[in-house]
């Protein structure tokens, strides 16, 4: 009995010595968002460079593939949907939403990009939704950012057609859509071309700033830094206008998809 007691006593010293035991392990949940479309997406000219660094939380991995001048024929001809089909189909991720915003550059008059708007424009729109969810992704397409461009007062949205061929798929297969044509174009449209001004790459009337000049070495001559092409027009988004845009997309998805909340910022 006595020996009993004194292996007891022992145990208990011997656990208060070790301290509480550690709590255990929870996996963690992580989700990937993917940006696919053109440069009013991508980074430096567009407003996912400031959605992928502000607006989602460290649970949601964020890659935007978003690339200039790419139309929804031109992204897919070159290989960028192959790239994103890559990163939809990585290992590791709960879910995985893919972002699609295309129009500007499949608007008339751009060789090698523009599509039909009433036939190629909807087919490759239906097409990406299609292998994205193959491959067990969610596919989230993206109404064209409008361009900021005034006549006499009022906003010229040119890019009201094929805002409209993007929600009819999104109808057709059942496909959250952001509206960001629609929502943009109505913001932009209140604060007038003046303020608008403010979201271009450079104030208006502004020279392109020259890239600095590197020290001279064999590396920098091998292997130069790539500069951005910073220019002032009604498209293309600087820091305050991608910073406003991503906010608007951030709410929009918010409102699209209430189970994407916990990964966003507001």
Not at 37 to 55: E, I, L, P, Y
Not at 56 to 68: E, F, M, Q, Y
Request: overall charge neutral.
């Amino acid at each position: 009995m006595i020996g009993l007691l004194a292996g007891l006593l022992l145990q208990a010293a011997s656990a208060s010595a070790a301290g509480p035991a550690d709590p255990p392990v929870v996996p963690i949940k992580p989700s990937k968002i993917i940006l696919v479309g053109d440069s009013t997406t991508q980074v430096n000219s567009g407003w996912g460079g400031s959605f992928c660094a502000t607006r989602v939380t460290s649970l949601a991995a964020c890659v935007n593939l978003g690339r200039g001048g790419r139309s929804t024929k031109s992204y897919r001809a070159e290989g960028s949907w192959d790239v994103a089909l890559a990163e939809m189909k990585t290992p590791g991720f709960v879910d995985t939403w893919v972002l699609i915003q295309f129009g500007h550059n499949d608007q008339p008059g751009k060789p090698g990009r523009s599509t039909d708007l009433a036939t190629e424009f909807p087919a490759n729109l239906k097409r990406y939704v299609e292998e994205a969810r193959a491959v067990g992704a969610h596919p989230v397409l993206v109404t064209p950012l409008t361009r900021r461009s005034f006549v006499d007062g009022k906003l010229v949205n040119d890019l009201a057609p094929w805002a409209a061929a993007t929600r009819k798929v999104a109808a057709e297969l059942k496909v959250p859509l952001l509206d960001l044509n629609a929502d943009s174009a109505a913001a932009v449209g209140v604060m007038g071309s003046a303020a608008a001004d403010r979201f271009a790459e450079v104030p208006p009337g502004a020279a392109q700033p020259a890239p600095p000049t590197p020290a001279r070495s064999t590396e920098v001559m091998v292997n130069p830094m790539a500069q951005p092409k910073l220019s002032f027009d009604h498209t293309h988004l600087g820091i305050e206008g991608a910073n406003y845009f991503a906010t608007m997309v951030t709410r929009e998805l918010s409102v699209a998809i209430p189970e994407m909340r916990p990964l966003l910022v507001p």
